[in-house]
């Protein structure tokens, strides 16, 4: 991280840089203090057991996240930027091309550097059609009881939370088990992450 802090600060003059290993208090020094820019690393592990997509999901409202992992996994960008990452960047490469990260996200674009993009793009080729055609079958409805399955809701709190009966959440997890072609939640939810929809 002191590199990253020195590459910043010779680009961009006076940086302020806070380094925070629980998301909690990343959450409670975002409630204080305004940020410009928010650097996650994938394999950070939130207390709550919350992923890279879910804390992007989180944190995307306080200011653009850029992710910025050990290496490439085609399945882990696809997944983070539908989230709503900013940008991907391999820390190995990542000082090199930080500058361009910085002055696209600053004009509200989106980041990748070209063998990440090209990672991308081959992923979506192969794996993007499964994932349209199994998106297309789910109803706004049911995208919102798998993101609180995933989240680890009951059947009683998927109900409370979302204004619907006990029943109607059971026929929603048949329906999401019979998309997905699982016999219990836990396949749900393996089965949606491993298509980027969660």
């Not at 928010?38 to 939130?46: E, Q, V």
């Not at 990672?119 to 499964?130: C, D, G």
């Not at 199994?134 to 204004?163: C, F, M, P, T």
């Not at 997890?173 to 998309?179: A, C, D, G, P």
């Amino acid at each position: 991280m002191d590199g990253l802090t020195l590459s910043l600060s010779q680009m961009l003059g006076c940086v302020q840089v806070e380094c925070l290993s629980d998301l909690s208090k990343v959450r409670a020094f975002l409630q204080i203090k305004p940020v410009d820019l928010i650097i996650l690393d994938p394999d950070f592990k939130a207390a709550n057991g919350a992923d890279a997509p879910a804390m992007i999901e989180m944190l995307k409202h306080s200011a653009p996240v850029v992710v910025m992992a050990e290496y490439v996994n085609p399945e882990r960008v696809h997944c983070v930027m539908e989230s709503g990452a900013a940008a991907y960047l391999e820390k190995r490469t990542a000082k090199s091309c930080l500058a361009d990260c910085l002055q696209a996200v600053r004009q509200g674009r989106m980041y990748l550097p070209g063998p990440v993009s090209l990672a991308l793009q081959q992923y979506r080729s192969i794996a993007l059609p499964v994932y349209q055609a199994v998106d297309e079958q789910l109803s706004e409805r049911q995208k919102e009881v798998l993101v609180l399955l995933a989240n680890g809701y009951s059947n009683h709190d998927i109900s409370a939370s979302l204004g619907i009966t006990q029943s109607t959440v059971k026929f929603h997890v048949s329906r999401l088990m019979h998309i997905f072609d699982v016999d219990n939640r836990t396949g749900c939810v393996a089965e949606a992450k491993q298509m980027g929809i969660l």
